[in-house]
């Protein structure tokens, strides 16, 4: 039963207008930071590597709070209280309730920023080649003069380009993104759950700006042990045990831990919400 719950919630969150309306801004967002280096390319004639867009611009303090943000804009009505929802309490009892929302959460992170990797390629077009690897393009921005080039709105990091594959930066940002995106999205459903639907999206947006200020007033290191959403920009990391930053392991175990942790605290707080609202929810049984 929890996977009907979340393939029902799928289903009619993707109709939603909201959701279209989130993937144009998400696609305007990601072609107006991509524009100076489309113009760079133009200006050289040179073509930019198919993978390494989306990690740069979720390195992007700016770029990466106005996607979370659109997250939190998309996601902000869990659990949701329209009629049809009382029809799905009823098929369910309260446990697999909670685990199908949290699944469509799951669900609708990972489609949306499978949606973002798309659009970091189509809005590069057409200055991009079939190269998997970091490209001469990208290979030149992180020499010293990327950050003029390009207006200065990414961090071109030579270390970061030395370290590994653009195919596993790629993965870590994409990994690091869908788990910070679970998180928000339970934050939201939980606040929400028990303030009667009212405050979880503000209070996922203030984790978000909380992130934006640390970096945009280049905060003490130790504080970004302490932001969850910091632990999306691999600049943040610390990648040879050299930096007071925190690990790779410390984001991923931290950011599930938090998601376990919310998980576990809507569990209770569903059975609580049923009792109170006097309704009875059996089992769901076909037939």
């Not at 611009?57 to 979370?68: E, R, S, V």
């Not at 910070?180 to 978000?208: E, P, Q």
Request: hydrophobic residues 50%; positive net charge; aromatic residues 12%.
């Amino acid at each position: 039963m929890p996977f009907r719950a979340c393939s029902y919630y799928c289903h009619k969150a993707l109709l939603r207008q909201k959701s279209l309306l989130v993937l144009l801004l998400a696609l305007t967002t990601a072609y107006l930071f991509a524009s100076p280096m489309r113009d760079v390319c133009a200006s050289f004639g040179m073509k930019a590597s198919i993978l390494p867009y989306f990690v740069f611009l979720g390195d992007n303090y700016i770029a990466n709070g106005i996607l979370l943000t659109l997250w939190v804009w998309l996601i902000e009505g869990v659990p949701y209280r329209d009629a049809s929802e009382d029809l799905v309490k009823i098929r369910c009892d309260h446990t697999s309730h909670v685990l199908g929302i949290t699944l469509h959460i799951a669900a609708m992170s990972a489609l949306y920023w499978a949606a973002m990797l798309l659009i970091s390629v189509l809005v590069m077009l057409p200055h991009v080649e079939l190269d998997l690897g970091w490209g001469r393009f990208y290979m030149s921005l992180n020499r010293g003069a990327g950050d003029r080039l390009v207006a200065m709105n990414f961090i071109f990091s030579k270390k970061l380009q030395q370290l590994m594959t653009p195919a596993k930066a790629l993965l870590l940002s994409w990994s690091l993104h869908f788990l910070a995106s679970v998180f928000l999205g339970l934050t939201v459903c939980l606040i929400n759950s028990r303030a009667r639907h009212a405050g979880g999206g503000f209070i996922a947006l203030m984790i978000i700006v909380f992130d934006s200020c640390f970096q945009g007033l280049g905060m003490p290191y130790v504080v970004y042990y302490f932001s969850p959403v910091s632990w999306v920009n691999l600049n943040m990391l610390d990648m040879t045990k050299t930096t007071p930053l925190p690990s790779v392991p410390y984001a991923f175990i931290g950011l599930a831990a938090l998601c376990v942790l919310l998980f576990g605290l809507l569990v209770p707080r569903g059975a609580h919400a049923l009792r109170r609202g006097g309704v009875r929810h059996e089992p769901y049984a076909e037939g």
